[in-house]
């Protein structure tokens, strides 16, 4: 009962967001369905082969950030990754993510602790890779001449260099953070409680698992991340243009639709990041000289293609898995 309540509100919290932002704009939900019906059949099909190529990319992320002995084989990884990506696009406040750990449990046997370490780092990467394609997109934008209104592409370029060396130091030190954050839960003797002494627990099979993912790893893992937001990049640019924004470069598509792509990242919005996507699109794009009529249109109709889509993935993914699924034994938190 308290998941559907929260599944509603955050429906509602959706639609409440994108009906502001449309009655702002002044777009209609005409608009909306004239920029679907825009889309040329080659183009969405285009779009689907793109958006299908991200989950074995991002499965092979995953694998190379695990240790060998701990490795699932890529046919409990795929299914694990379109699983989880439904679900962490469409459980409100990005609860889903957790799925992730439950999944690769139960279909492929990671440890809890090992499955949240994977998680963590994954995230982390995503983050740092997103700011530095900003990064990127920026400076080519300014000092390409194109939009010589727009002063501050280059500055803004140079200071996203800073979170994107930040994520990544942070991904290659989350072991050590962990240990402080469990340091402090000490510092306050909450270990001398029986959740306390749990959690404790737990955080340091985390930060066992952190461990694990060496310097090796990670370099590979890191690399493999470079792929992922290429062709989440690249989605978002066929889509843009088939939707209507016509004349972009992949720069700008980058750009436009990099405020969109990092809301997705963030435990934020409503339902599936309706509202709070779009507002990033319409940002990113307005700012590039498009109008933020077509920018909202193009937003909510990219966001229907994309949901759409990774819909069908997420309950292809399910049905896969539950032929691998494994019983649960008994056992402490992360058995």
């Given at each position: 009962m308290r998941a559907a309540v929260r599944v509603l509100v955050s429906l509602a919290v959706a639609s409440l967001l994108v009906v502001l932002l449309l009655g702002?704009?002044?777009?209609?939900?005409?608009?909306?369905?004239?920029?679907?019906?825009?889309?040329?059949?080659?183009?969405?099909l285009t779009a689907l082969l793109v958006q299908a190529a991200i989950y074995p990319a991002r499965a092979l992320r995953f694998s190379a950030l695990m240790p060998a002995a701990r490795r699932p084989r890529m046919t409990r990884l795929l299914p694990v990754t379109a699983a989880h990506i439904l679900a962490a696009n469409v459980l409100p406040a990005k609860v889903g993510e957790a799925a992730l750990v439950v999944y690769l449990r139960r279909c492929a046997g990671v440890p809890g602790a090992h499955g949240l370490a994977l998680l963590l780092v994954s995230r982390v990467l995503d983050f740092a890779t997103v700011a530095g394609g900003l990064s990127l997109a920026c400076l080519v934008l300014g000092a390409g001449g194109a939009y010589p209104e727009l002063d501050w592409l280059v500055p803004l370029g140079t200071v996203l260099i800073v979170p994107t060396l930040l994520f990544a130091w942070l991904a290659a030190r989350g072991d050590?953070?962990?240990a402080a954050a469990a340091g402090c839960l000490r510092l306050l003797r909450l270990d001398r409680t029986a959740l306390g002494a749990r959690l404790l627990a737990f955080a340091d099979r985390v930060r066992a698992a952190l461990g694990e993912v060496g310097?090796?790893?990670?370099?590979?893992?890191?690399?493999?991340?470079?792929?992922v937001w290429l062709l989440?990049?690249?989605?978002?640019?066929?889509?843009?243009r088939g939707l209507g924004i016509e004349t972009l470069s992949f720069p700008a598509a980058v750009f436009g639709a990099g405020l969109a792509i990092l809301s997705t990242l963030l435990p934020v919005g409503g339902f599936a990041g309706f509202g709070v996507q779009e507002a990033g699109w319409v940002a990113g794009f307005t700012a590039l000289g498009v109008s933020a009529e077509l920018a909202v249109a193009t937003g909510?109709?990219?966001?229907?293609?994309?949901?759409?889509?990774?819909?069908?993935?997420?309950?292809?993914?399910?049905?896969?898995?539950?032929?691998?699924?494994?019983?649960?034994?008994?056992g402490p938190v992360d058995s």
């Amino acid at each position: 009962m308290r998941a559907a309540v929260r599944v509603l509100v955050s429906l509602a919290v959706a639609s409440l967001l994108v009906v502001l932002l449309l009655g702002w704009t002044g777009t209609t939900v005409g608009d909306v369905a004239g920029a679907l019906r825009a889309l040329d059949a080659r183009v969405y099909l285009t779009a689907l082969l793109v958006q299908a190529a991200i989950y074995p990319a991002r499965a092979l992320r995953f694998s190379a950030l695990m240790p060998a002995a701990r490795r699932p084989r890529m046919t409990r990884l795929l299914p694990v990754t379109a699983a989880h990506i439904l679900a962490a696009n469409v459980l409100p406040a990005k609860v889903g993510e957790a799925a992730l750990v439950v999944y690769l449990r139960r279909c492929a046997g990671v440890p809890g602790a090992h499955g949240l370490a994977l998680l963590l780092v994954s995230r982390v990467l995503d983050f740092a890779t997103v700011a530095g394609g900003l990064s990127l997109a920026c400076l080519v934008l300014g000092a390409g001449g194109a939009y010589p209104e727009l002063d501050w592409l280059v500055p803004l370029g140079t200071v996203l260099i800073v979170p994107t060396l930040l994520f990544a130091w942070l991904a290659a030190r989350g072991d050590r953070l962990v240990a402080a954050a469990a340091g402090c839960l000490r510092l306050l003797r909450l270990d001398r409680t029986a959740l306390g002494a749990r959690l404790l627990a737990f955080a340091d099979r985390v930060r066992a698992a952190l461990g694990e993912v060496g310097r090796a790893h990670l370099a590979r893992g890191a690399l493999a991340t470079v792929p992922v937001w290429l062709l989440v990049f690249a989605f978002y640019a066929v889509l843009a243009r088939g939707l209507g924004i016509e004349t972009l470069s992949f720069p700008a598509a980058v750009f436009g639709a990099g405020l969109a792509i990092l809301s997705t990242l963030l435990p934020v919005g409503g339902f599936a990041g309706f509202g709070v996507q779009e507002a990033g699109w319409v940002a990113g794009f307005t700012a590039l000289g498009v109008s933020a009529e077509l920018a909202v249109a193009t937003g909510v109709a990219a966001h229907l293609v994309y949901l759409a889509n990774l819909c069908a993935f997420g309950l292809v993914g399910h049905a896969a898995m539950a032929l691998f699924q494994r019983p649960i034994a008994p056992g402490p938190v992360d058995s």
